[in-house]
């Protein structure tokens, strides 16, 4: 294979500039299989993964195109982004405590403002739930009473029934969603708590309120007023 001197000044007279085109620009060189050095006007087509050097018409290197990478090589690299990603947000997010909250118990008010919240949201939660099947029974037993009678139950009753229990489905899992989103507000203030008085250099902190304890639902009552009757 010819020098990149010898190279260079045997094309040099016919090369456009291009930047975007190595083969155009001037010179690439690339190893071949035996870890040679080869230049050209192109890479030949075996050798296009590999790491090129790109040089212009005076021999200078204008820039180097990377080989490709393995696909080990690619999940290495995206770990490494996610990772300085974690860190940068982690750093960004100790500023803002620590610009934040002059003291832990600032950071605990907060945390105690956020769960109250949460168990407001339960307690409305919880009583829609008891309020969703005392109205479905109604209907339940409003339907069956018409069995007993040897009457057929109205299309308008069922459909009020199959429209209640997919209420009644949300609901509950309205419910399930926000006794989550308490549980995992609690344990994020926790770990929050203890790493502002690790940068502050305080005693431990103290764990979050337990949920506000509720009360068994009362046995409902059903009532033909809680449901319009079709």
Known sequence: ???????????????????????????????????QRACGDHVPPQYARKQREIYDRRG???????????PEQRAEDERKQREAQRLLQQQQNDDFMLQT???????????????????????????????????????????????????????ELLGQIKTFEGAQADNIRALAQVKQDRDAT????????????????????????????????PAAAPSPQQVPKP
Request: charged residues 25%; contains cysteine.
């Open 1 to 35: 294979m010819i020098g990149l001197a010898a190279v260079l000044v045997s094309t040099a007279a016919n090369l456009p500039a291009s930047a975007d085109d190595p083969g155009k620009n001037g010179i690439v060189c690339w190893l071949d299989d035996h870890g």
């Open 60 to 70: 200078v290197l204008v820039h180097t195109l990377p080989a490709e990478q393995t």
């Open 101 to 155: 909250y002059r003291n832990v118990d600032e950071l605990k008010a907060v945390r105690d403002g956020r769960l109250q919240t949460l168990d407001t949201r339960i307690d409305l939660a919880e009583k829609a739930v008891r309020d969703g099947a005392a109205s479905v029974k109604d209907l339940q037993d409003r339907a069956e009473a018409e069995r007993t009678a040897g009457r057929d139950v109205s299309p």
């Open 186 to 217: 609690a344990s994020e203030f926790e770990r929050e708590i203890l790493h502002f008085q690790e940068m502050r250099g305080g005693a431990a902190g103290t764990p979050a309120p337990p949920a506000t304890p509720q009360p068994p639902p």
